[in-house]
């Protein structure tokens, strides 16, 4: 898994999202917003749920793993999210793709080469399949440690409902 915050979070929020996702980029800015607040209480951890229906979505999540196989997986993500709106409509998203690993200083072979693996498939899909046994439908769907629950509409919400999950009401 892909995390970040907390080492010893007092709440453990599981994203699942789709990187085509207009719904995902909102609440990935939402969670953004909110993280100076939550981060020293709480850790993320990001597991990929690309749907059918958008049609570069598995194609950026193979980038993202084989970036984090050279430990930017972050920095791709949030690299995919900003520019979510000038890619997602492209008819092969490919080549602005390799550019990002780029920008981030990847090393290019080995990330055709992890891109290519049967093990970064393979993870995006156990992801999609222990999100489907937990229960998600759509993206993005949240849990609170284990929870799921209905996505916030704003950084100020998330906060709240942070700070209420913490504090156990």
Same mark, same amino acid.
């Given at each position: 898994d892909h995390v970040r915050g907390s080492e010893n979070p007092q709440l453990t929020i599981m994203v699942y999202a789709d990187? @085509?996702?207009?719904?995902? &980029?909102?609440?990935t800015e939402l969670i953004a917003a909110a993280w100076p607040q939550i981060r020293d209480r709480t850790r993320i951890v990001f597991r990929n749920y690309p749907l059918?229906?958008?049609?570069?979505?598995?194609?950026?999540?193979r980038y993202a793993e084989a970036a984090g196989k050279q430990g930017k997986f972050w920095e791709m993500h949030d690299l995919l999210y900003?520019? @979510?709106?000038?890619?997602? &409509?492209l008819n092969d998203a490919t080549e602005i793709f390799a550019d990002f690993a780029e920008q981030l200083g990847l090393d290019m072979d080995q990330l055709q080469t992890d891109f290519d693996s049967n093990e970064i498939r393979e993870k995006i899909l156990a992801d999609q399949q222990g999100g489907t046994r937990a229960g998600v439908r759509s993206t993005p769907t949240l849990f609170f440690n284990g929870e799921m629950i209905n996505n916030p509409r704003s950084a100020g919400e998330l906060v709240n409902r942070v700070n209420e999950a913490i504090a156990g009401v």
């Open positions: 990187f @085509q996702c207009p719904a995902c &980029l909102t609440e059918d229906n958008h049609r570069h979505a598995f194609i950026a999540a900003s520019t @979510q709106q000038s890619w997602s &409509l």
